[in-house]
């Protein structure tokens, strides 16, 4: 990929401990955030990721209102200029939750709940298509929110990275039913590696080359689950974990993307 004709996409899994945080960048220096992690590190991880003078995140993307996804987002919102939010707009009674509302309507960004068909645009021939929630979930109160996970796909070229949250077997098993593409050569692995996500079925859609498994060190879950990491050397996929690997950057040009 050595000379590169134009600027290439940049997606980064940051290492936020036991979380999740992925940047996108595309050619024409647009940027997405999708979750903040646990806690403040995220300000960290930007200030390497963009430059000092960019204080300006075209769009958030909140997974599900969890307070490993959640938390960091709120401390972006203090620190930097967000264009625009989507999330699935689930009830969600936490105090963390509740700042972020407050944060999102003093500032007055405008806000859009996830649906699947929404596309965000970020560059020519780059785009993220939401996959799930099927169907608005606006003001509905779920027992588990991460039956709410957004899932993502993201295009550029030949380039597909399914980027999944927290999302967990039965979110599965309704994207693997609504007979959308789910082939994609990069899988964010649902929900940390947690045994309850990344089922074998949805790796036979999947069919990824490359599985990022964003989770803490020495986490009290037992994340990644054996049983997953085993599934995932069954199909072959290379594994990167943030808890061994530290942040996981991909550059991409329109045919692939190389892990530097």
Sequence with gaps: ????????LKIVFFDVGQGNSVFIEAPNKNQILIDG???SQILNKLGQAMPFFDRDIDALVLTHPDADHLNGLIDVLK?????????????????????WNKLIEEKKIYKTCA????????????????LYPLQSLESKSLKNTNDASIAAKLFY????????????EKTEYQLINSGVDLKSQILQVGHHGSKSSTSENFLKAVNPEIAIIQVGKNNRYGHPAQEVLGRLKNISAKI?????????????????????
């Design 1 to 8: 990929m050595g000379g590169w004709q134009q600027a290439p």
């Design 240 to 260: 990167f974990r943030t808890d061994l690997d530290g942040d996981i950057e991909f550059l991409c040009d329109e045919h692939n993307c190389e892990s530097q």
């Design 37 to 39: 992690g646990p806690g």
């Design 157 to 168: 070229g030949e380039n597909k990275i399914l980027l999944t949250g927290d999302t967990e």
């Design 115 to 130: 649906k699947f068909g929404q596309k965000i645009k970020l560059d020519k021939g780059v785009e993220l298509n939401i």
């Design 79 to 99: 620190k930097y200029k967000v264009d625009k939010i989507i999330e699935p707009c689930v009830v969600d009674s936490s105090a963390a939750y509740g700042e």
